[in-house]
């Protein structure tokens, strides 16, 4: 959404192997292009860890998926570390020892049953075939406003390569795929009076409106404001 409401939290998981699931949750409003958004979520990451008494914890590696902003030797400053830009995903990378070490206010009970719902839905969402694993990563990357082939195939943690291969396999090509979760995605919004068409296609990750609205109109044989309009008169628009 272009607003974020949220509670600050943060619990972990143990999943074994040395491996912590970190569970965030964020008191933010914004209404900034999805970039600024990614940003928000580090910073806010950072000061919730340290607010809960984590030391040391300091990021090794940022990559940002837009281009440097002017307040470049800031954002290095705090982060502290070279941040890479134009990187065509948003990543942060922290130390592992600080992110192992045992909340002061952890709750046991609460980590296993957490434990338990965290594992059943990775083993639903691997059951998946493939190219519905691949589609429901898209989606969740699209409201983040990321959805290069490289992003997804992090998500997946394989290569892009890997991923182009499996996709074949399966007779569809990542562009495929990613204009049926973006048309799928924009027809939900437009049914939304609360959104612009403009706010759609930035929410989409279009910084130009006559960009998503040629998509739309090859996709469909119609303007996004025609298709608005026929909802409307319907009354299928909320």
Same mark, same amino acid.
């Given at each position: ?13 143990p ?42 914890? /300091? ?35 922290l ?28 083993? +639903? /969402? ?14 969740q $990357?699209?409201? /983040? ?20 291969? $499996?996709?074949? +396999? ?18 939900q919004?437009? /049914? ?10 930035? +929410?989409l ?5 006559r ?28």
């Amino acid at each position: 959404d272009s607003r974020w409401l949220g509670g600050d939290g943060a619990v972990t998981v143990p999943l074994g192997d040395g491996r912590v699931l970190w569970l965030f949750g964020d008191s933010l409003i914004d209404t900034a292009p999805p970039y600024r958004r990614s940003e928000a979520a580090f910073v806010s990451m950072l000061a919730t860890l340290q607010r809960l008494g984590v030391v040391g914890l /300091r990021p090794t590696r940022v990559r940002a998926a837009h281009g440097w902003s002017a307040k470049r030797a800031i954002a290095e400053e705090y982060y502290g570390c070279h941040v890479i830009w134009n990187a065509g995903e948003d990543v942060m990378c922290l130390e592992r020892e600080p992110l192992l070490a045992p909340l002061s206010g952890s709750h046991p009970r609460a980590a296993d049953e957490l434990h338990a719902l965290v594992t059943k839905e990775v083993e +639903k /969402r691997a059951a998946l075939p493939f190219p519905e694993r691949v589609r429901w990563v898209v989606e969740q $990357q699209l409201r /983040r406003g990321n959805t290069t082939q490289s992003a997804a195939a992090s998500g997946l943690g394989m290569s892009a390569r890997s991923l182009q291969r $499996q996709l074949a +396999k399966n007779g569809l090509t990542f562009a495929q795929l990613r204009e049926e979760v973006v048309e799928q995605r924009a027809a939900q919004l437009l /049914r939304d009076d609360t959104y612009t068409i403009e706010q759609i296609a930035v +929410k989409l990750g279009y910084s130009e409106l006559r960009s998503f609205s040629r998509l739309w109109r090859r996709l469909t044989g119609e303007t996004p404001g025609r298709y608005r309009a026929r909802l409307r008169d319907a009354g299928c628009v909320r």
